[in-house]
């Protein structure tokens, strides 16, 4: 035998003897004899309602329900405060030396806030952005908010946490609005809006576009046109907001009353939008709209919240404070209130 062939032998030898080897450590040596099996878990809070006594200072303001209601927040004199709606601990949070919190609000699907303090109270005074994580006790400084003019008021804050925008609302002194655009990284541009007083805004949440209502003749705009949307001969109209799906939500304004909500995407004609009609008009500050989509009518002098496309209905006590992805809060006697919905 030539020693080519010879050596060739040992080295296909040598190889299968060290995949064998290999295969041993793999499948036997290293091996377990347990399985890893993993299971969701699934926390099914529409199970549960709140037996925590939360009490609320009489002279709390601005109270309002994280998305699940698993924290509440409220000013107290001129000072955040956030409740664990588990434990019934509160904590403070502590404004920057010599500012005080102008403006706050839940980041929609989480257990997060945004909020802007003002430096001081004078009318020149600058306001700063901050995020807070609730969950692990983090507040971060986002930007400072310039151009806000004379006496700068924060009167609306619209997040999307798929896109990372934060649009800012403020107005001052002049009867104007300023609406400011920070991204992630944050920069910060300034929305030109065709009125200059603007109210209601909505944020829609797949697309970098924001829906506003000019405040003198309820013309409702989106960011990017110059016409105004229009829905057939309806002349007064008003913003109620925007759903997760992205359609967003408009109402005729008659005699200050809402009789018929019209809803549908900002790409589409307004001509194969949907129309809700309501039995009983309500105010607009009674009509409220779910992040998924759900109109609901708020009774305030009867306690009860109406589902208005399946007539179901949900009786509260107290003061109506706001719904959650599971039911409606309430001020009783100065308590916090949990109500699932029917």
């Known amino acids: 035998m030539s020693w080519t062939k010879r050596i060739s032998i040992w080295i296909v030898v040598s190889l299968s003897l060290q995949c064998l080897g290999l295969f041993y450590i793999d499948h036997y040596f290293l091996a377990t004899d347990s399985k890893a099996v993993s299971k969701k878990v699934v926390e099914d809070i529409s199970a549960k309602v709140k037996d925590v ?16 209601a ?10 955040l405060v956030i409740v664990n709606c588990s434990t019934g601990k509160t904590k403070n949070i502590k404004s920057e030396d010599g500012c005080n919190v102008s403006f706050a609000t839940w980041v929609p699907g989480r257990n997060r806030m945004v909020f802007v303090e003002k430096e001081s109270d004078d009318e020149s005074s600058d306001l700063i952005l901050y995020s807070y994580d609730v969950v692990k006790g983090e507040k971060v400084k986002t930007i400072k908010l310039d151009w806000g003019g004379t006496n700068p008021k924060v009167e609306d804050i619209q997040t999307s946490t798929l896109t990372g925008l934060i649009y800012v609302k403020v107005s001052n002194n002049a ?15 300034k929305i030109d809006t065709i009125p200059k007083l603007v109210g209601n805004i909505a944020l829609i949440r797949h697309e970098d576009k924001l829906v506003y209502e000019g405040s003198v003749y309820n013309k409702i705009y989106v960011t990017g046109k110059s016409n105004a949307i229009s829905v057939g001969d309806v002349d007064n109209l008003t913003l109620i907001g925007a759903a997760d799906d992205d359609n967003i939500y408009l109402a005729q304004l008659k005699d200050n009353l809402i009789s018929k909500v019209y809803y549908g995407k900002t790409s589409q004609d307004t001509s194969t939008w949907k129309t809700i009609n309501l039995q009983t008009p309500c105010a607009k500050e009674n009509l409220l709209l779910s992040t998924g989509g759900k109109i609901y009518q708020n009774d305030p002098l009867k306690g009860v919240i109406k589902d208005i496309s399946s007539g179901t209905q949900t009786s509260y006590k107290g003061k109506f404070v706001q719904l959650y992805n599971k039911g409606v809060v309430s001020l009783v006697n100065n308590k916090i209130s949990f109500v699932l919905f029917k």
């Open 53 to 68: 006594d939360i009490n609320i200072p009489a002279n709390a303001k601005n109270i309002l329900a994280s998305y699940d």
């Open 70 to 79: 698993k924290y509440i927040s409220y000013y107290d004199d001129e000072k």
């Open 175 to 189: 009867n104007k609005s300023s609406i400011y655009r920070i991204d992630r990284n944050p920069d910060m541009s």
